[in-house]
């Protein structure tokens, strides 16, 4: 088994998908619990990507490849997974993309590490209005909601939704993330965020530095 | 050593304003000037495309509004820029002299990205037209070198600098997404620039390794705009030696485009002798990391945006006087 799990990490960490999902097939006919695999094989080959990601042996590519495969791995597991998935949350966050901004790269990233390190992520995809966010906010509860931008024309969009939690009282209710490639931490601050994160790596550290989880 | 800027500006797309932003540049000493970019770069470009029916919009995205089998058939757009015209004109009636007039467009690999195949399934990039590479290689390339043309033979900018950003997103260190190859890449930068004066391959971000080798493989492609400021790992990229090699030049980011605060001489003068250190008389141009359309978030009106950016520039082109290279 051992040697199939490791086949799997590579399999990820390569980006190879047809590699990745025959592993998990014969992992799952062996009778491999899906739950071993995720955190024997599929957790720590993306902590492997990202420790490269960090250590700039991996870009961008690598890193969404690996993200996809892991992503169609666990959509193969999850009618495997019966009601455990979801147990050992760590935290809810919600995410989206501002409105008048389409772009997804950057907040999908985000949500699958967030996926990966054990965080509930509530997506609400691209475009999202203000009202959408609060609407999201007041029925989810999330500790932590997550707003990407990826134009400078819509980062602004940010400081709305922010003001809008204001002007609703829900502001001291969640936490506040921002990112995006025009976005910095000057701008987090100017608008009042609680915090900002430059890659989807960073998000992880912030969200558990922010919840005091580990 | 000269100074030019990436293009864009936080003001709203107004006749006056073009006039008005690009007088500041002149008057400030800016050797490259762009023409001013008001207007959202991708917008410019694909609009164009909606109006003949290739694209449609739909849920403020572009879609491709075409069969895919078509490609060798489908029309040109007509090409203009009324902000380009209007620095072409300005520039004839005032006999304005500068090194030459910068003409920025959004390169074919940045606009694909932003098209989606179908509006049934759309998972951002991965549903882009860059998975379609002819639709990227044969058709976006055509459309890309009629601007060039349209800048370069028409309108007389013999600068001319395609806009990439997206190439260090798709681009990695050992991949590239949708199975582009180096030379796939490369050879399509060149059928868009071959012909022009000066050419030049702006990408923002941090550069990924494949990247370099993507750009220094190019054979029209002289001039390598990119952050050194915000991302001053970018002083690792390219070797001096490599540079003259491939007989390539730098522009060098040397002021923030993201952040507000004016940076003050001496600092940018301190970024811009590391960059000398690193590439010598390779770095031919300095400027600002990319486009100042995002500073207008930082103020309450456009104008205090504008102020900004226009001191960003006045300190880059006194960093130039005080160097004397």
Redesign the interface.
Known sequence: MEDLINKLKVAIIE?DEEEALKVTKELLERGIDPKLIIERALEPAMKIVGEKFER???????V??AA?VFKKVMEFLKPHLGQEVGEKSKGRVVIGTVR?D????GK?LVATMLSVAGFEVIDLG??VSPEKFIEAVEKYRPDVLGLSALM??T??EQ?VVIEELKRRGLRDKVKVIVGG????E??AR?IGADGYAANAYEAVRLVKKLLGVE | MYTTHVG?FPLDFTRDNVLRVFHDMINIGIDYPPYPQLR?FIKIFLDPLVDIHVLKLV???YVINISLSELKNLPLPAVRLEEAEIVASIVKKERICVEAIRGCVTGPFTLASEIQISERET????TSALSSKDFVLKYMTRIVREFVTYLHDVLGFKFIVIDEPVL??????????FDYTIEEISKCLDEVLQGVELAGVHVC??V??LLKDVLLSTRYVKVLDHEFKDNP?NLTVYTKDELEKYDKFISFGCVSS????IESVEEIMDVVKRGIDTFGSRLLMIKPDC?F??????FENKEKAYEVAIEKLRRIVEVKRRLHV
Do not use: C, Q
């Open positions: 980006g700039e042996e991996y870009f961008i590519p690598e969404m490849l996809e008048g389409i772009h997804e790269l999908n691209v475009d400078t024309t980062m602004i400081k490639a025009p976005v910095t000057e701008w100017e | 864009s959202n849920n403020s995205k998972r951002g990039l991965f260090s997103v798709i681009v990695g260190s050992r991949r590239i997404l971000g941090r990924p390794p790992k993201r952040k507000p605060v486009g359309r995002g500073l207008a978030g930082f």
